[in-house]
């Protein structure tokens, strides 16, 4: 029994240093010093506050808030609109629209914008706004609704953006036949600028009174040029 344990020793040594010799003759698989010391994989806190701030540089934003009051229509069952004007240069991102509808209980509010097809021209769009049910507060057929609706719109006329970006946003109520509709609008929504956060400039509520609706296509306008100074 003990010869026979001897023999398997022998054995499991000779296997052993056979392995060995093998391993010793197989060739080098490079280098095991590393290059150099580790590099950092995480920013500080320092260089994400330096990023963050060169970020708020290129687009500060500021609070956009559009107010209209519709009032009745020139005659019953007509519409009467009003232009919530933005400044030329500046960029906004509206974001809702509230109504307030009084008097008619079939009223239709609507905002009215253009969407510029090529110079001098534009075409007209509408987004309509859901009204709930009749309120008796704070005069009798009070409607109200909420419309969401991002959307950028460009400061000015058609002059002042480019090709198939939006301008020249109104507010609109529909009075039903026989009725007298008015109303108050609230647009919400931010100002994006690339020049720095100093206030955006007072816009003019100034309407352009050149343009007019093309004759063969009622859903486009055409804006005149403007008359020469003198």
Not at 76 to 94: D, E, F, T
Not at 102 to 107: G, S
Not at 125 to 138: N, T
Request: one cysteine or more.
């Amino acid at each position: 029994m003990r010869n026979f344990l001897n023999v398997r020793y022998g054995i499991a040594l000779l296997l052993m240093l056979g392995g060995i010799a093998c391993l010793s003759q197989l060739p080098a698989q490079g280098p095991l010093a590393p290059p150099g010391p580790p590099a950092p994989t995480m920013k500080t806190l320092q260089q994400l506050s330096d990023q963050v701030a060169s970020l708020s540089s290129l687009t500060p934003t500021q609070k956009f808030t559009g107010y209209g009051f519709l009032p009745a229509p020139p005659a019953a069952g007509g519409k009467s609109c009003i232009a919530i004007p933005i400044a030329a240069g500046q960029l906004v991102r509206l974001e809702s629209l509230v109504v307030d509808a009084y008097t008619d209980p079939n009223a239709v509010a609507y905002l009215r914008y253009f969407i510029k097809e090529s110079a001098g021209i534009s075409r007209i769009a509408a987004q309509a706004v859901a009204l709930g049910p009749a309120l008796s507060d704070p005069v009798a057929n009070t409607r109200t609704g909420v419309l969401q609706i991002p959307m950028w719109i460009g400061g000015g006329g058609v002059a002042d953006v480019q090709i198939s970006e939006v301008h020249s946003p109104f507010v609109c109520i529909q009075s039903s036949p026989g009725q007298n509709a008015t109303g108050t609008f609230v647009l919400t929504g931010t100002y994006v600028s690339a020049t720095g956060g100093a206030a955006p400039p007072a816009p003019s509520r100034a309407t352009t009174e050149s343009s007019k609706l093309d004759k063969t296509d009622p859903t486009l306008q055409v804006e005149a040029p403007a008359p020469p100074k003198k």
